[in-house]
């Protein structure tokens, strides 16, 4: 298994911007996916954002041309960039990661989820 670190959340006014990354640690890993989920209170959680292993990426119609997803394969990390920020983003923010693990004599695919970090956007 893979462990990730959220970081980024916090306070920001309307049409502010906020980074968010997500940490991805472990041993014999290769992330192949990252995505971005939310979930307000009282709402099912979304998927907001997602990178593939080859770069390619989609989004929640709700965020497309404000936010953009990226990765750093170098520092395993992946990164939420959210712009142009409205009232309506405010919820908790999750970082999901597929990975493929392996150790002497076997290999498996895993998904992992982060700690979660709260996004509170004011009017």
């Known amino acids: 298994q893979v462990q990730l670190v959220e970081s980024g959340g916090g306070l920001a006014q309307a049409g502010g911007s906020l980074r968010l990354a997500c940490a991805v640690s472990g041993s014999s890993f290769r992330i192949n996916a990252i995505a971005w989920y939310r979930q307000a209170p009282g709402k099912q959680r979304e998927m907001v954002a997602h990178i593939s292993n080859s770069g390619s990426t989609n989004y929640a119609d709700s965020v497309k041309g404000r936010f953009s997803i990226s990765r750093d394969n170098a520092k395993n990390t992946g990164y939420l960039q959210m712009n142009s920020l409205k009232p309506e983003d405010t919820a908790e923010y999750l970082c999901?990661?597929?990975?493929?693990?392996?150790?002497?004599?076997?290999?498996?695919?895993?998904?992992?989820w982060g700690q979660g970090t709260q996004v509170t956007v004011s009017s």
């Open positions: 999901n990661v597929r990975a493929t693990i392996w150790n002497r004599g076997w290999q498996r695919e895993s998904e992992s």
